[in-house]
């Protein structure tokens, strides 16, 4: 089986530029999420999607991060207008139930905003 | 104060010792994971539990509820399994994705 696949694996962009992270989680599952760490950070929620529905977003920095999840097999994770200060390794998880349950990670999307 | 705590941070092991990390936790959690993530990797899910005790292979994860206590058992350690180990909690009442992260265990077994 196919496990949780972001794209693209590295992108390196200006300040200023739309950057658009996307995610594949497993099929069937019902819950997605977007991390993101950083060295300084390190991991931090961003927003929970159960159903396409966006549950939690109070991880969400501020109006420049959005979020969508369309249907039950893509989501995207868009940056406008992209910070040096983005500059993260950004994961895309999903999960088989509603509650408490195993987390599938992606490889993540490590971007740099030079 | 950080509500997730792990010991030690960085932690050196030869070939075939036994390996313990722990992480201790302040809050109320109906899960707790911890997940392995290697150099310029991706995060792989280990374990996640909510009492008592799992075994995965040379793995083997603890908690104890009423210390807010866990521990990630390494038996037979290999170069391999040279990684980060991050302790997380869901906290209880919490959204489901809504982790609190540990900083992280850095382990290098030595050949």
């Known amino acids: 089986d196919a496990g949780v696949i972001q794209s693209p694996r590295h992108e390196v962009t200006e300040m200023g530029q739309e950057v658009t992270l996307r995610c594949k989680p497993i099929?069937?599952?019902?819950?997605l999420f977007w991390y993101r760490q950083t060295m300084m950070r390190g991991l931090e929620l961003l927003i929970y999607f159960n159903n396409n529905v966006p549950i939690d977003d109070s991880g969400m920095p501020e109006d420049r991060f959005s979020a969508k999840m369309p249907n039950a097999s893509f989501s995207t994770l868009k940056i406008q207008p992209s910070e040096p200060r983005d500059s993260a390794v950004y994961f895309c998880?999903?999960?088989?139930?509603?509650?408490?349950?195993?987390?599938?990670f992606g490889e993540g999307s490590r971007l740099t905003v030079l | 104060k950080n509500e997730v705590e792990q010991s030690p941070q960085n932690l050196t092991a030869q070939e075939g010792e036994f390996i313990t990390i722990n992480c201790s936790y302040s809050v109320g959690i109906s899960a707790l994971h911890w997940l392995q993530q290697h150099p310029g990797g991706g995060i792989v899910s280990l374990f996640m539990l909510s009492s008592g005790k799992k075994k995965h292979g040379r793995l083997i994860a603890t908690i104890n509820i009423q210390e807010k206590h866990s521990s990630l058992h390494i038996t037979a350690s290999h170069p391999r399994d040279s990684a980060v180990y991050i302790c997380a909690v869901t906290h209880y009442g919490g959204s489901q994705g809504n982790l609190i992260f540990g900083k992280g265990t850095k382990l290098s077994v030595k050949p």
């Open positions: 099929s069937g599952h019902n819950s």
């Open positions: 998880a999903s999960s088989p139930t509603s509650g408490p349950g195993e987390l599938f």
